[in-house]
């Protein structure tokens, strides 16, 4: 299972103060020395932590490992995306007044929308991903968009207590394992941690974890090598004992 580390909150740090530090781009190439196999950052309308320069500045540093951009499916988004030649687009929502992204991209409101949306990103060689709430309709829509890959929103077992986190999992579970035999790639992201990662990273249709806050939280305290260390190896545990 891969582990594609979000490096947004590195950014959200320097922007606290409208400084140089901590750098996003150092962050990432530490990721990578410590099991990151891809980058992760969200370009948001606001600019509210990673800057366009940030973008260009990774595209032009990292080579080793793939850039995931995630964006909202907007004109200006888009032509940034294709500008820079990202490896993937991830497309998400977006609203001004959230702290962070509380839900999947309603894909089939908007299908005819992200169907041309797709089409041209596809047609300029960068793969693209949807973002989407664990739910068989959103993910029959996402694969008449001709999307790669679906991202599942894992924030409501993120946030379930009791009896209901099971319930989330295996929403989850069910969703990855349809969105498989259909023929998408899946993803899964979202207020993950250490506490609550391995049985995400158990369900085997799941080929990638995209995880940015609880890294860069816990790198306060242990440093961003460790902390990304950290999580790779708990992702990894877990997938061994899943295919024992």
Request: with cysteine; hydrophobic share 40%.
């Amino acid at each position: 299972m891969k582990l594609g580390v979000n490096i947004d909150h590195i950014a959200t740090i320097r922007e606290a103060r409208k400084t140089y530090e901590p750098d996003p781009i150092n962050g990432a190439i530490i990721a990578i020395k410590n099991g990151a196999d891809q980058i992760t950052l969200h370009l948001r309308e606001d600019r509210r932590h990673i800057q366009d320069e940030d973008l260009l500045r990774l595209k032009a540093t990292i080579k080793e490992v793939p850039i995931n951009l995630e964006m909202a499916p907007t004109e200006e988004m888009k032509n940034i995306a294709i500008d820079v030649k990202v490896d993937r687009v991830t497309l998400v929502p977006e609203k001004r007044q959230e702290i962070t992204t509380e839900g999947g991209l309603d894909v089939i409101s908007t299908l005819d929308y992200l169907r041309s949306f797709v089409k041209e990103l596809k047609n300029n060689g960068i793969k693209v991903s949807l973002f989407i709430d664990p739910e068989k309709d959103q993910i029959d829509a996402s694969l008449e968009t001709g999307a790669d890959a679906v991202e599942l929103h894992t924030g409501e077992y993120a946030n379930a207590y009791g009896e209901n986190i099971l319930k989330e999992l295996k929403r989850l579970q069910d969703a990855a394992i349809y969105a498989k035999e259909k023929g998408l790639s899946v993803f899964a992201g979202h207020g993950l941690t250490y506490e609550n990662v391995q049985p995400i990273a158990q369900i085997l249709e799941i080929e990638e974890l995209n995880i940015g806050h609880s890294i860069i939280a816990n790198s306060v305290f242990l440093g961003l090598d460790k902390a990304v260390e950290k999580m790779k190896r708990l992702i990894l545990e877990a997938r061994l004992r899943c295919v024992e």
